[in-house]
């Protein structure tokens, strides 16, 4: 069984553990997690007390169901610092959701959140990509579009691994011809590498379509992909027809066009294998839940609102009911890694699934809760 210290200090050796010692490990890190969260957090205590669950008493992976969910709809709200463990002053980034749903929400990280997230995603980039040099173009939305900056954190992050790198901060007018530039001015030079949104890369290969450039990235040049289609889902193709486009179009091989699917909300940040099976890290949980029913969780493979468990956040409880839809599977995946691999289907209507045993309004209106 692994601590959270051995899992980041070894992402590969986290990935590689048989199936037992995962559930093992996965268990020990939520349980240490949510102990923590349960007695530095009265409104996370609160829900705790509502159904009647002692985090000590989690024994086994079958017990993580009954962890109480924050639904990510709380983020939005003014008074979402109640949902904080560690106090205001403590909180080293808020990382804000500008997107096109309105109002935005607001995730707060302290320095120990923050360190943890850091070094769980250069091993997991590691890990799954082998980087080790190269030169990355960065195709990033701007912020309207972005929906969330946490998105361009996670993916500049990837900046570690590179010799070389070129921002494009893209809009409506897309300068697919700036972005053409760099990538020949890399080459013989390094291999080249492109980040950024699926239909930020997507305006680029109809570009180089219409205009009818012939470009062949790297042997081992990799495209990576996070965030969706944001408002250009009109212009979306299924995942294996933009694999296709890209090895058409710019010569990668669909092994090395890879997705990833996270939220600004949570620290787990799921990476596909060479196989296109998104992987869950070993230091979260996923739990499918019936959206008609959402304390109750759905059988592997069935498909449901996606529950996060993530135990590197102290923050805040990483506990989070998200809005999105997908499935998800338990076991060992043809790339020899073990755990959980996610299908996320598609984000859910934002309309805030769930609530709380014991509501904020409630909470704070509550003299004996808040002196619990
Ligand atoms: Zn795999």
Redesign the pocket.
Known sequence: MLSLAQMLGNVSMANAQSLDDWAKSVTGVLRDAAIYHQAGNGFYRAQCDALGFDPAAINDINDLKDLPLLPVGMFKRPDAQVLLTCSLADVETETRSSGTRGVPSVARRNSETVTRALVGLIGTYREFFNLSGGAGLFLNPTDAEASEMGLLKDLNILNSVFDHHAYLVADQAFDAREALEHLRRWKGHMTRHIIGPPFLIYRLLRFLEQEKINIRLDPYSMIITLGGWKRHNAEAIPAEGFRERCRDLLGVRPGNVRDMYGMIESNMLAVE?Q?H?K?VPPWSYISIRDPGQIGTELPPGATGAIAVLDALSTSYPGFLLTDDVGEVETGT???G?TGQ?INFRRRGPGSGLGNCPVSIERYLGSPALVQA
Do not use: A, K, T
């Open positions: 294998c196989l099976r992987h995946c043809g790339c890694r691999v």
